[in-house]
């Protein structure tokens, strides 16, 4: 545990400096004229006004512009890969469900794979397509969730034009100025511990069998590992992800990759007191957030220092060590599924389809909840979400009419909160309910209460844009590959652009007059009751899914 606590609080004390970094570089106080003046020349050099306001629908709809053109250009790249160059290896063209399935994977920050990285991608397809979807994604999330904080907490008038900002100057700075300064550190950290960083082809290597060769595949795996871990992507170079020595090959590189899981959307947290100019209310936050997180990591590291039921029966002893790395144990590798699933990352250093039920468990209420932290700027929209919800409760329970931040919740953005919260149940238990009916369509590895498990976890992972899996699933199907994009693209754009539509109304409204009888956000006692909503939803929705699953399967251990 000492490992895990150490882990934890190098991030805080790293989380801390850059929320109030970034609270600068996105905050309304007047930017260095150096960053000014490139970003200017960049917007103005692609034909963008870089001081034109725009209103949530104007930046929605840059948003998915954007979105639409990388899909087409990746979905090319994919499809036509065996013709294009840095293919040393001669990687053939993915099939057409398999490519639209990873191009909706990566464009909305989920890098669900349902393919084996070194062997089914060239070098030109990872990087030029992966690893600028994994640099621009999640640039893309924080720059969404900058101006809903700036729409929410600005001083607009009524009968003023609502600007939320500038979304291609948003995400620029996003790309420019965070993720690829923290990118370029991470990969330089990496490379140092013997993470590869080369364009050269695979490597014929000679065996302790006298006679034999193993093929060791390569290429610029330290920049995409960087960017996977900062970025909450998670979609590896290899196909077991972080936990081949390749990707991950010391206790320093671990420690470097586990960090960066959670970086970010800590980071945020701290940039939300900064930039709203209400301290209470990130700390608040920042307690909800880090409570369940604590939770979640020790039921993990419990699950997984109990002993594996199907080996225990052998009178083997000791810890649940099948799907583990023996250099990391169980305490990291636990450690690692809980932050990877508290936020949108979904990479891995073990196989989360040999984790104890109860570990799974874990993992599976993590992404039900999807706002321990959360993706990087989705996490914290989330959040707002269910705070709009609290407020809403919490007016009418205290006799008041409903409002957040002295302006009226009502009826639509009641309605916008609802679709967005809402069409997490209705999309995965309904694909995963669809799978189990139809023979042959889930591909299970498994019968009986895991094998739900592992549907449900793949349609889980989906929506919350994870990524990870009970990767004993033959997922690469047409209809696995077409269901789960639909889940992708589900709990991508709708919970990230129904509260930016929240903002906008709430700002174009008259705020009404603070009195003692008027809910605050930034008490302690409002965030018990956002934490009562995020549980109380989650389990209202999912548990009769859990007891089929793994509480099941727990039971007949």
Not at 27 to 44: D, Q
Not at 111 to 130: D, R, V
Not at 158 to 176: A, C, K, Q, Y
Not at 183 to 201: D, E, R
Request: proline share 6%; charged share 10%; net charge neutral.
């Amino acid at each position: 545990m000492k490992e895990v606590a150490l882990i934890y609080l190098v991030t805080l004390g790293l989380a801390w400096p850059l929320g109030r970094y970034l609270s600068w570089l996105f905050g309304e106080r007047s930017i260095s004229p150096g960053i000014a003046t490139v970003e200017n020349g960049l917007l103005r050099l692609a034909g963008v006004n870089p001081n034109a306001g725009m209103s949530w629908s104007d930046y929605a709809r840059a948003l998915l512009k954007l979105h639409l053109l990388l899909a087409i250009v990746i979905f090319l790249v994919l499809s036509m890969q065996q013709w294009l160059p840095l293919n040393p290896d001669h990687i053939p063209n993915m099939s057409w469900d398999l490519a639209l399935h990873t191009v909706i994977s990566f464009l909305t920050n989920t890098n669900q794979q349902h393919y084996s990285g070194q062997a089914q991608l060239s070098y030109f397809a990872h990087t030029l397509g992966i690893v600028t979807l994994q640099v621009v994604t999640p640039a893309a999330g924080l720059a969404t969730l900058v101006a809903i904080l700036r729409t929410l907490f600005s001083n607009t008038q009524p009968g003023e034009t609502v600007s939320v900002g500038n979304f291609h100057r948003d995400l620029l700075r996003s790309v420019l100025w965070v993720m690829l300064p923290l990118s370029l550190i991470t990969s330089l950290l990496l490379a140092s511990q013997g993470v590869p960083s080369t364009y050269q082809g695979a490597t014929e290597v000679s065996t302790l069998q006298e006679g034999t060769t193993q093929t060791i595949p390569l290429g610029p795996v330290a920049a995409m590992v960087a960017i996977k871990q900062l970025g909450t992507n998670g979609g590896g170079w290899f196909g077991p992800n972080s936990s081949v020595p390749l990707e991950n090959p010391t206790f320093f590189s671990n420690l470097v990759e586990t960090s960066a899981l959670m970086l970010i959307p800590m980071a945020l947290v701290f940039m939300l007191g900064f930039m709203a100019r209400r301290h209470r209310l990130g700390w608040c936050v920042a307690g909800v957030m880090l409570g369940l997180s604590l939770v979640s990591t020790s039921l993990n590291v419990f699950s997984e220092r109990q002993p594996n039921a199907a080996v225990a029966v052998t009178g083997i002893q000791g810890p649940n060590m099948e799907g583990k790395e023996v250099r990391f144990g169980t305490d990291l590798t636990a450690l690692w599924g809980s932050w990877t699933t508290q936020t949108s990352n979904g990479s891995v250093n073990g196989m989360h389809d040999s984790f104890n039920p109860l570990g799974g468990m874990s993992e599976l209420m993590n992404m039900f909840l999807n706002v321990t932290f959360g993706g990087i700027g989705v996490g914290l929209i989330g959040y707002l979400l269910f705070m709009f919800v609290a407020a809403f409760i919490g007016s009418l329970m205290i006799g008041r009419a409903p409002s957040f931040l002295g302006r009226p919740l009502e009826t639509r953005e009641m309605k916008l909160a609802s679709l967005a919260l809402l069409l997490q149940p209705i999309l995965i238990l309904g694909l995963t309910a669809i799978t189990l009916a139809v023979p042959g369509w889930a591909g299970t590895s498994n019968p009986g209460p895991h094998g739900l498990s592992q549907v449900l976890y793949e349609y889980t992972s989906a929506f919350a844009n994870n990524g990870s899996g009970f990767e004993g699933l033959g997922d690469d199907s047409v209809w696995w590959n077409l269901s789960c994009a639909l889940a992708l693209m589900g709990g991508r754009f709708i919970p990230m652009l129904a509260p930016l539509a929240i903002a906008a109304s709430l700002a174009g409204k008259r705020p009404s007059a603070q009195s003692r009888g008027t809910l605050n956000v930034d008490t302690p006692t409002f965030a018990v009751l956002t934490l009562g909503v995020i549980v109380l939803f989650a389990l209202l929705s999912f548990l009769p899914a859990l007891v089929l699953g793994p509480i099941a399967e727990a039971l007949r251990a």
